[in-house]
């Protein structure tokens, strides 16, 4: 076999984006995708929830040449079993946590927080160890 057969050319990563319920993570998701994913975005009802998923190509290779197929999910509403957001941070290699910018959702925010804590403890992802970034959003307006 050459080399150059079932070499990857690409890198899938999921990244997962977390929060509370109303801090514009389904318009984050849409966002992204109108800038990257000509707007192809995937939703599907879970219970009280929604889950979005778009999927694309970083426009940059990475450092070996490789593209970066980046798979973003995201879950809206408020679902009634913490199962639908434990399953959607299974295997994430990255996590961006997005808290309105409003002091009235702190309460909601910290309780998410400790929420995506656990549930990425039962997956044994470690967040020292990964990628986690913190996003302030205006719902309304798109990215802080």
């Known amino acids: 076999m ?3 057969q079932g070499a990857r050319t690409s890198h899938p990563a999921k ?3 977390a929060g509370p319920p109303g801090a514009g993570k389904a318009e984050l ?4 995708a109108d800038k990257y994913a000509h707007s192809s975005v995937r939703a599907g ?3 009280d ?3 979005y998923r778009s999927e694309f190509f970083w426009p940059r290779a990475l450092s070996d040449g490789r593209q970066l197929q980046v798979r973003l999910f995201a879950v809206s509403g408020q679902p009634a079993y913490n199962a639908v957001d434990e399953l959607v941070l299974a295997d994430a290699e ?3 946590f997005v808290v309105a910018h409003a002091e009235s959702q702190a309460a909601a ?4 927080l400790q929420a995506m804590v656990f549930n990425a403890g039962r997956h044994g992802l470690d967040l020292a ?3 986690v970034a913190l996003q302030y959003q205006r719902p309304a307006t798109g990215p802080v």
């Open 94 to 96: 990255g996590i961006v």
């Open 49 to 51: 929830g929604r889950v």
């Open 2 to 4: 050459s080399e150059g």
């Open 129 to 131: 160890g990964m990628p």
């Open 15 to 17: 990244i997962v984006l």
């Open 109 to 112: 925010a910290r309780t998410a």
């Open 29 to 32: 998701v849409q966002w992204v």
């Open 45 to 47: 009802d879970l219970g």
